[in-house]
């Protein structure tokens, strides 16, 4: 079964090798969907409980709000930062004791573009 949240955050970041304005210093807002999987549990008829999940995604996501992206990620590309986050996802899932693992994630730069990534 599947089981996702969506969250933001904001962050900035250039592009230098890129032809056009993203070469410069900008900012987006990203709107992030995460995408779990696992068994609905037996004593809480759940795969897992939302707000536990969404508050793990955020404790990931503040490694990435508001900061210069290009300081965290070698080149912070929308792909690049989908990789870099399905690894810290896949750390934090499997750290927990939620019974679930990371199936996707999905960020969206503006409201209209968007890139996807599905766990390892």
């Known amino acids: 079964m599947k ?3 969506s969250t933001d955050f904001s962050a900035a970041h250039s592009l230098p090798r890129h032809t056009g304005k993203c070469k410069n210093l900008h900012g987006h807002t990203y709107k992030v969907d ?4 696992g068994e609905k549990k037996k004593d809480t ?3 897992a409980d939302f707000s536990e999940v969404k508050a793990l ?3 990931v996501l ?3 709000d508001h900061k210069h992206l290009n ?3 070698a080149y912070p590309t929308s792909e690049n930062i989908a990789l870099f986050l399905r690894a810290e996802f896949e750390k934090k899932f499997k750290d927990s004791n939620f019974g679930v ?3 996707s994630i999905k960020i969206w730069e503006g409201k209209d573009k968007w890139v996807m990534v599905e766990a390892d």
């Open 3 to 5: 089981l996702g949240v």
């Open 34 to 37: 995460i995408v779990v999987a």
């Open 45 to 47: 008829e759940c795969v």
């Open 57 to 59: 995604v955020e404790e």
């Open 62 to 64: 503040d490694l990435v």
């Open 71 to 73: 300081e965290i990620i």
């Open 101 to 103: 693992t990371l199936h």
